[in-house]
């Protein structure tokens, strides 16, 4: 229930967003258009968000036959969890991550890189799946696929709005002040941050959540705090190959490390937890 209500937020939020833009663009009428927009979107966000970000990092769905550690460790934590089992999809990408994504237990797929296979073992992996597998079952993929979606779209706005102000905007409202023109700008810069507060919506404390879940799936805390560590270090290392799928900054939220470099000013706007905290925390549980 608290994740539906999130859910509607956040969609409630892009609307309102779209609207307001579509006011300062093009009056009553890019009000319409921008709320007739805005619906579509809404409905494809809770449909598709799922196959909008898998398609997004070019995820390859693979059946057991190609990848059976992969598909055994799934049916073994999809047992523990009481969860149907989620499709299974392989990225090309030598960044070491995974993410899950869907709109239910019975709509869920669950994604992990080639760069996260070739560096954890057997048990890490599955201390890693069963994190993932725990963010299925608790129902937060829905608003990770959809705030992914959002921030998109937001930073497509954003985009637009450069253009705008380099090229005298879109003639929408009259304004002899050139407001019209700070207008674009103050959106070109705003509109990044907005789709960073969309991330941080979805609350760092579901990571120490699915830790938690996690490893109470697997019975192995140790192996995800491995696993995290290694991560944590392969992903702050990570040099892209030519034929890598990278990591977009508005789905960073979904991976179960933050796939993202950044400084200090970044950081203030992380939407992971500190990876040594949720080592911490797992290492000081017992079964």
């Known amino acids: 229930m608290k994740n539906m209500l999130r859910t509607t937020v956040l969609l409630a939020a892009l609307t309102g967003l779209l609207v307001i833009i579509g006011d300062y663009f093009g009056g009553t009428g890019g009000m319409i258009i921008a709320f007739l927009f805005a619906v579509i979107l809404n409905f494809g966000s809770y449909w598709y968000s799922d196959k909008i970000v898998l398609k997004m990092y070019r995820a390859k769905e693979v059946s057991p036959a190609e990848a059976p550690n992969l598909h055994r460790i799934v049916d073994g934590l999809v047992m523990k969890a009481g969860i149907p089992k989620p499709k299974v999809y392989i990225v090309e990408s030598g960044m070491p991550n995974a993410f899950a994504t869907g709109r239910d237990p019975k709509h869920a797929a669950v994604a992990a890189t080639t760069g996260i296979l070739e560096l954890l073992s057997y048990e890490e992996m599955e201390g890693v799946l069963a994190h993932e597998l725990a963010h299925v079952k608790n129902r937060d993929t829905l608003i990770s696929a959809i705030a992914a979606t959002l921030a998109g779209v937001v930073t ?6 450069q253009w705008a102000a380099i090229f005298g905007g879109f003639g929408g409202r009259d ?4 407001g019209g023109i700070v207008g674009l700008i103050a959106m070109a810069i705003l509109a990044p941050i907005a789709a960073t507060l ?3 919506a979805i609350s760092r404390s579901r990571e120490f959540a699915a ?3 996690g490893a109470k799936i697997s019975r192995k805390p140790w192996a995800l ?3 995290l560590e290694k991560l ?11 034929s890598d799928v990278q990591a977009k900054e508005s789905s960073a939220h979904m991976f179960i490390v933050n796939p993202l470099k950044g ?4 950081s203030l706007f992380r939407t992971h937890p500190v990876t040594d905290e949720r080592v911490k925390r797992l290492r000081a549980m017992r079964f």
């Open 156 to 161: 497509m706005l954003a985009h637009w709005a």
């Open 175 to 178: 304004d002899d002040s050139g």
């Open 198 to 200: 969309i991330q941080l």
């Open 211 to 213: 830790d938690e879940e």
């Open 225 to 227: 705090a491995d696993a």
């Open 232 to 242: 944590e270090y392969g992903n702050s290392h990570y040099r892209p190959r030519v």
């Open 263 to 266: 400084g200090s000013i970044q």
